[in-house]
């Protein structure tokens, strides 16, 4: 039997500790053993990825460290993976925080004498977050033992995986496809839920609900999910979402025009929503984490752009012209320098370098430089120095 330590990575906001800790406290780890899983020994480690600027240590994600003792090299990478995978859903799920796929970074084949060794340092994408969401150990704990107790654990994966996609996806409307995705996996099991409710069951009782349950499951199969959506959770109209929305949508019955785009963005949240209660019942979670993660923002990825504008004099009317040198600016950051005050919240001063092409004889004239960040971007204030645009030759 083999050894190998995998090492995987996860670009994210959620982290172990809080920016405030990750400069003070060493290195914390989460610790979780497979014992006599698929016929091997599994412990997968959780650490936050820092990386360390100007002697302050910024997050860029997640870091799992697989101890798997197999045979083969391949079914390793296959069940370190798929388990993995797995923690990083249940991340995922319980900060409501997108969590990008598992990339793996290292492989190393323990031997006595010599450990063959695997490297791909290009997985590693070397993004700061100014805004970490710390997770809770306790519910992170209590979702991953009602995930290991369950039965279905192969339909809640999938369900959570199109949870965790939805979150990481820009358009409204592909978010919308991945929770609607995730509620035809798991609306399935919210019947057995209603069955298991119920503490007694006669005999005949059962036998019946047997009986009854092929006949008229296909006509019944969104009752638990409508129920959830407008008693439980108060919202409007189940029927129209899932006649405009899923029928509309993704049987193509409605245009795809920008007033239906908005109305699927009006879905977005409800329909969220509703799947996270999903999982929360199949799972039988505590109603305390169930009312915490309804309550709780979505956290997508950190963006940040510089804009860039101008007025541009002598530009010729003519578009080929335009097309032929066309007016842009190449460049970038050229250095970068961080800071971080008592309470963990990030500064970071950047000193950027463009220069201006286009026609001869075009000029460019009044020049703003803006930052633009969503609303995960964790920004508070941005000042603007001094503007100094080169012409190239």
């Not at 035809?184 to 009986?211: A, F, M, Q, T």
């Not at 510089?306 to 040198?325: H, K, R, T, V, W």
Request: hydrophobic share 35%.
């Amino acid at each position: 039997m083999n050894r190998y330590i995998f090492e995987y990575y996860s670009k994210t906001r959620a982290a172990l500790n809080s920016s405030k800790d990750q400069q003070t406290t060493g290195v914390t780890t989460w610790e979780y053993n497979y014992p006599n899983l698929h016929d091997c020994d599994l412990k997968i480690v959780i650490k936050d990825k820092v990386v360390r600027r100007d002697n302050v240590n910024l997050h860029i994600g997640l870091n799992f460290f697989a101890d798997i003792k197999i045979d083969s090299e391949n079914q390793a990478k296959e069940i370190v993976r798929e388990n993995v995978e797995q923690i990083i859903n249940m991340i995922s799920f319980s900060t409501l925080t997108y969590c990008t796929p598992a990339m793996l970074v290292s492989i190393i084949n323990i031997n006595p004498d010599s450990s063959p060794f695997t490297h791909y340092p290009e997985q590693i994408e070397e993004t700061i977050n100014i805004s970490i969401v710390k997770i809770d150990k306790s519910i992170f704990g209590k979702i991953h033992e009602a995930y290991e107790k369950n039965n279905e654990k192969p339909r809640i994966e999938r369900t959570l995986t199109w949870l965790r996609k939805g979150m990481g996806e820009e358009l409204h409307v592909d978010e919308f496809i991945s929770y609607w995705i995730g509620l035809e996996v798991i609306k399935h099991l919210l019947s057995k839920e209603k069955l298991n409710s119920k503490r007694y069951w006669r005999v005949n009782e059962v036998i019946k609900y047997l009986v009854l349950k092929e006949k008229t499951e296909n006509k019944h199969e969104w009752d638990r999910v409508k129920e959830i959506f407008e008693n439980e959770l108060k919202f409007n109209n189940f029927n129209k979402v899932k006649q405009n929305g899923r029928n509309g949508l993704l049987h193509g019955f409605k245009q795809l025009d920008s007033v239906f785009i908005e109305e699927i963005n009006s879905y977005i949240e409800p329909i969220r929503k509703t799947l996270v209660y999903c999982i929360c019942s199949v799972l039988n979670l505590e109603s305390t984490i169930k009312i915490k993660l309804l309550n709780s923002n979505l956290h997508k990825d950190s963006d940040t752009k510089l804009i860039f504008n101008a007025n541009l004099e002598n530009l010729p009317n003519d578009l080929n012209s335009i097309i032929q040198n066309p007016p842009k600016l190449d460049g970038g950051i050229v250095e970068k320098h961080y800071s971080i005050n008592e309470d963990g919240e990030t500064t970071m001063n950047v000193k950027t370098s463009h220069k201006f092409s286009c026609g001869n004889n075009i000029k460019c004239t009044g020049v703003k430089l803006g930052l633009w960040g969503n609303k995960d971007a964790g920004i508070k204030q941005a000042k603007m120095g001094e503007i100094t645009i080169n012409k190239s030759e």
